[in-house]
């Protein structure tokens, strides 16, 4: 991270608001190389009955037996999508894969209200299931599936570790989970419009949808991060997170700080010369396939 994109991240201040959202992605879009010339891109497959239920798919070079990785996108669990005309997100995490020598999977899913939890954890298995039984014929080893969120798609991937009801196999079937800045306790998280789209409006609810203790008891290895300029609910996470992980394992889990980043920014750096976030997923999804 250089010095002047530190302070223009910084800048923007914390909050989830138009002006961050818009000029980080803008930021972070002009220093974007595109996809690799050698990335082949099969889109839209679908994974499920719903019209979000999407995937696209990318590799390089005819790979055989291949790490997957799939991402999961943000949104406050009312929008994103898996690519968008004339923008390189998120395909840009498709073709790191790719350029990995992985494939690469990016995928759009049902968006609250009209889904609420756990809808989240219902359509990875649905991918998982889909993966498993398709990846092969893409090159990609299903018993080789690391699953990468961010924000809301972090809360959506811990969710499906945590809640052994949506497993797609016994024990997950995936060999690993990457947590960007995620909502992991819903008793303590900060109530907000985006969280009550999803788990309803009467917070008493909301305890089911914890992820927290099917986290800690689980066998899949977690890689967190949580980035500097990162809104102070997200630090409070991270903090529970590492509290309760060392409580309950006696070891410190894997939880990187993404010094100079805010909420959007480790993933959106992703194809650009800013080699933190891609170093640190690859460096983890190698560890965990191997």
């Not at 998120?90 to 899913?109: K, L, P, Q």
């Not at 690993?176 to 800045?181: K, P």
């Not at 070891?251 to 976030?277: C, K, V, W």
Request: hydrophobic share 40%; net charge negative.
């Amino acid at each position: 991270m250089t010095p002047d994109m530190r302070a223009r991240l910084q800048a923007f201040g914390p909050d989830l608001s138009p002006e961050m959202l818009g000029g980080t992605q803008a930021m972070m879009a002009a220093i974007n190389k595109g996809l690799h010339p050698e990335t082949k891109v099969v889109r839209d497959l679908s994974y499920g009955p719903d019209e979000r239920h999407k995937l696209d798919i990318f590799s390089m070079l005819s790979p055989r037996d291949a790490p997957v990785l799939v991402f999961v996108h943000g949104g406050g669990f009312v929008m994103g999508d898996k690519h968008t005309e004339g923008s390189p997100f998120y395909s840009n995490m498709g073709d790191f894969a790719a350029r990995h020598g992985m494939v690469g999977v990016t995928i759009t899913y049902r968006l609250a209200p009209a889904h609420k939890y756990p809808a989240g954890p219902e359509d990875l298995k649905l991918v998982v299931e889909w993966l498993r039984e398709n990846i092969a014929s893409h090159g990609g080893n299903p018993d080789k599936i690391v699953l990468a969120g961010q924000s809301a798609g972090a809360t959506h991937v811990a969710g499906y570790v945590a809640h052994r009801q949506h497993h797609a196999v016994e024990g997950g079937g995936i060999a690993g989970a990457v947590l960007m800045s995620g909502i992991y306790d819903t008793m303590t998280a900060e109530p907000n419009s985006f969280a009550e789209a999803y788990y309803g409006e009467d917070r008493k609810g909301w305890g089911p949808a914890s992820c927290m203790a099917g986290m800690l008891n689980s066998s899949i290895p977690l890689q967190f991060s949580v980035a500097e300029f990162d809104p102070d609910d997200f630090h409070r996470q991270a903090a529970q997170v590492v509290t309760q992980f060392t409580q309950a394992q006696g070891r410190y889990p894997e939880m990187h700080f993404l010094s100079g980043h805010n909420h959007l920014s480790p993933a959106l750096s992703i194809g650009s010369d800013q080699l933190e976030t891609e170093t640190m997923v690859a460096d983890f999804v190698r560890r965990v396939t191997r």
